[in-house]
């Protein structure tokens, strides 16, 4: 007997149908699993059987034929286990197959007939809340899929309960409903709790006045930062705080990294995510594939799991120079496609990129009492494996240098990251007035150049000085708008509607402190 429930098949952050076919005829015992599915996949035939068998089902002595349709899309993962049982039960008749019509069911089996957590469940959830269809999913994705607005959630805890389910209500009342019915997407999300007052906060860090104004303009307007100093200066103390100024996500923002978080298996079973902007922060020795995604799958890498948050780099020279260059694409583009022989799979990566560094192999090329021992041409090469091309996109560099033992050791308190997010949350909200008329940029960072020159208000003392200082550093077409954006953001956390020639000359400081810093 044939039967049939659909499914559906995580591609990138998106969901696409899938009909899972269950044909069991008779002849000799065995499984057949068929329609490009992976070693994941065809491993489900073990665990369905001992699923049914210990859920105290019968395991059909026949021959077993599952077919994952359309047969030209390549099936991942787990989730595949719980529909492959449901359409197993009704083709051997325990379950009525007119059950199964409007259902779209998900999840893995363990050997007791326990549905487990899976990865992707957000994603299937939109693809469930489009269709009207009544999605099936383990218990613990609940939360996360309840984001996406679906209309009829069923939560999954067994087997057994899922099938008592089905028999008593069908498809009219599922298992599980979110509350208060139907939900969309924007009250998914607003049911989130704001964010928390950070764990970690900029009134713990001494001194580096100059290095917290920059992460400031960095977080109203969304800017690329590179900071230079010895090490034990608070470069990865002050990047670590830089996500407790930045605005929270709104509800856009969340559903596109609960999205990219959930494929790539970050989300805890039962969590409730967080308002609060991401941070990744990979290990030096981080591979190609770590950094932007690929492998098995391919999964997302470090630079989409930090979409609409922070990626910190520490020790970025160590970092092999082609593994640096291969963000270029995603800070322009905002996206990373992944390209195999047979598909090509495209994550969103608009993130932050705070990178820090010593300025020699010993670390102390700046420190200023001699301890350096690297030569010219050793810290020259050192450098070097921040290519041109890469610097240019970063449009704040910062020297970091070392606080003084009185200023450590002062009872004052520094400004807290609270007072500092109101100013950056007031500075984003007039970048999202401003550019209401574009549609899809959010801020100054991502503002087109030769629009932002047009229309963003420079005066013309901004604007000359902004053109003879570009062309006496010989800054290139793509640093010229960069320090333009810079300047915008300078004059937005000032509340004015112009841009000055000091906001410039601020802008074009921080553009100005290279990596070629002298010892």
Same mark, same amino acid.
């Not at 893995?108 to 009207?132: H, K, M, N, T, Y």
């Not at 996406?148 to 599980?176: D, I, K």
């Not at 591979?287 to 470090?302: D, K, N, V």
């Given at each position: %007997?044939?039967?049939?429930?659909?499914?559906?098949? $995580?591609?990138?952050?998106?969901?696409?149908?899938?009909?899972?076919?269950?044909?069991?005829?008779?002849?000799?015992?065995?499984?057949?699993?068929?329609?490009?599915?992976?070693?994941?996949?065809?491993?489900?035939?073990?665990?369905?059987?001992?699923?049914?068998?210990?859920?105290?089902?019968?395991?059909?002595?026949?021959?077993?034929?599952?077919?994952?349709?359309?047969?030209?899309?390549?099936?991942?993962?787990?989730?595949?286990?719980?529909?492959?049982?449901?359409?197993?039960?009704?083709?051997?008749?325990?379950?009525?197959?007119?059950?199964?019509?409007?259902?779209?069911?998900?999840?893995?089996?363990?050997?007791?007939?326990?549905?487990?957590?899976?990865?992707?469940?957000?994603?299937?959830?939109?693809?469930?809340?489009?269709?009207?269809?009544?999605?099936?999913?383990?218990?613990?994705?609940?939360?996360?899929?309840?984001?996406?607005?679906?209309?009829?959630?069923?939560?999954?805890?067994?087997?057994?309960?899922?099938?008592?389910?089905?028999?008593?209500?069908?498809?009219?009342?599922?298992?599980?409903?979110?509350?208060?019915?139907?939900?969309?997407?924007?009250?998914?999300?607003?049911?989130?709790?704001?964010?928390?007052?950070?764990?970690?906060?900029?009134?713990?860090?001494?001194?580096?006045?100059?290095?917290?104004?920059?992460?400031?303009?960095?977080?109203?307007?969304?800017?690329?930062?590179? %900071?230079?100093?010895?090490?034990?200066?608070?470069?990865?103390?002050?990047?670590?705080?830089?996500?407790?100024?930045?605005?929270?996500?709104?509800?856009?923002?969340?559903?596109?990294?609960?999205?990219?978080?959930?494929?790539?298996?970050?989300?805890?079973?039962?969590?409730?995510?967080?308002?609060?902007?991401?941070?990744?922060?990979?290990?030096?020795?981080?591979?190609?594939?770590?950094?932007?995604?690929?492998?098995?799958?391919?999964?997302?890498?470090?630079?989409?799991?930090?979409?609409?948050?922070?990626?910190?780099?520490?020790?970025?020279?160590?970092?092999?120079?082609?593994?640096?260059?291969?963000?270029?694409?995603?800070?322009?583009?905002?996206?990373?496609?992944?390209?195999?022989?047979?598909?090509?799979?495209?994550?969103?990566?608009?993130?932050?990129?705070?990178?820090?560094?010593?300025?020699?192999?010993?670390?102390?090329?700046?420190?200023?009492?001699?301890?350096?021992?690297?030569?010219?041409?050793?810290?020259?090469?050192?450098?070097?494996?921040?290519?041109?091309?890469?610097?240019?996109?970063?449009?704040?560099?910062?020297?970091?240098?070392?606080?003084?033992?009185?200023?450590?050791?002062?009872?004052?308190?520094?400004?807290?990251?609270?007072?500092?997010?109101?100013?950056? $949350?007031?500075?984003?909200?007039?970048?999202?007035?401003?550019?209401?008329?574009?549609?899809?940029?959010?801020?100054?960072?991502?503002?087109?150049?030769?629009?932002?020159?047009?229309?963003?208000?420079?005066?013309?003392?901004?604007?000359?000085?902004?053109?003879?200082?570009?062309?006496?550093?010989?800054?290139?077409?793509?640093?010229?708008?960069?320090?333009?954006?810079?300047?915008?953001?300078?004059?937005?956390?000032?509340?004015?509607?112009?841009?000055?020639?000091?906001?410039?000359?601020?802008?074009?400081?921080?553009?100005? %402190?290279?990596?070629?810093?002298?010892?």
């Amino acid at each position: %007997m044939l039967a049939a429930v659909r499914s559906a098949a $995580v591609f990138g952050i998106d969901a696409l149908d899938v009909t899972v076919e269950v044909d069991v005829v008779p002849g000799l015992p065995s499984w057949t699993i068929v329609g490009l599915a992976s070693s994941a996949v065809r491993e489900a035939r073990e665990r369905v059987a001992s699923a049914l068998a210990n859920a105290g089902f019968e395991v059909p002595s026949r021959r077993v034929t599952v077919n994952l349709s359309p047969a030209d899309i390549r099936k991942d993962g787990t989730s595949f286990d719980l529909p492959i049982a449901l359409a197993l039960l009704a083709a051997t008749g325990v379950l009525d197959a007119a059950h199964l019509d409007g259902v779209v069911a998900a999840g893995e089996l363990g050997l007791d007939g326990a549905v487990r957590p899976i990865r992707g469940a957000l994603s299937l959830a939109r693809a469930a809340a489009r269709s009207g269809a009544c999605l099936v999913i383990p218990e613990a994705n609940i939360p996360e899929a309840s984001l996406a607005g679906a209309r009829r959630l069923a939560g999954a805890v067994t087997l057994a309960q899922v099938v008592v389910g089905l028999r008593t209500h069908g498809v009219n009342l599922p298992l599980h409903v979110a509350p208060d019915g139907a939900r969309g997407e924007s009250d998914g999300a607003r049911d989130v709790a704001d964010m928390a007052c950070p764990a970690v906060d900029f009134a713990d860090v001494a001194g580096q006045a100059a290095a917290k104004r920059a992460l400031e303009v960095a977080a109203a307007g969304g800017h690329n930062v590179f %900071m230079l100093g010895p090490p034990g200066t608070g470069k990865t103390m002050l990047a670590r705080r830089l996500p407790g100024i930045l605005p929270p996500l709104t509800a856009d923002e969340l559903l596109e990294v609960v999205a990219v978080h959930s494929v790539g298996g970050l989300i805890a079973p039962g969590a409730i995510p967080s308002r609060t902007p991401p941070f990744r922060a990979p290990h030096h020795t981080t591979s190609l594939a770590g950094l932007i995604g690929g492998g098995p799958g391919p999964r997302p890498g470090e630079v989409s799991l930090a979409h609409r948050g922070v990626l910190f780099l520490d020790e970025r020279f160590e970092l092999p120079r082609h593994v640096l260059d291969a963000m270029r694409q995603p800070l322009e583009d905002g996206r990373v496609v992944i390209a195999r022989a047979t598909h090509a799979v495209a994550y969103p990566a608009r993130f932050q990129l705070v990178a820090a560094a010593n300025p020699c192999k010993c670390g102390h090329a700046m420190s200023g009492d001699g301890r350096c021992q690297c030569s010219a041409a050793d810290i020259e090469r050192y450098r070097a494996r921040l290519s041109g091309p890469l610097a240019d996109r970063i449009d704040l560099h910062i020297h970091v240098g070392a606080v003084e033992a009185a200023t450590l050791g002062a009872a004052r308190a520094a400004e807290a990251s609270s007072v500092i997010r109101d100013r950056v $949350v007031a500075a984003r909200a007039r970048q999202r007035d401003r550019y209401e008329v574009l549609g899809g940029v959010r801020s100054n960072a991502d503002a087109p150049g030769r629009w932002l020159m047009a229309h963003g208000g420079f005066t013309v003392e901004a604007r000359e000085m902004l053109q003879a200082a570009c062309a006496r550093l010989g800054v290139s077409a793509r640093g010229f708008h960069r320090a333009a954006r810079v300047a915008r953001t300078i004059a937005d956390l000032a509340c004015e509607r112009e841009v000055s020639g000091a906001a410039v000359g601020e802008a074009l400081a921080y553009r100005a %402190m290279t990596t070629s810093a002298g010892r």
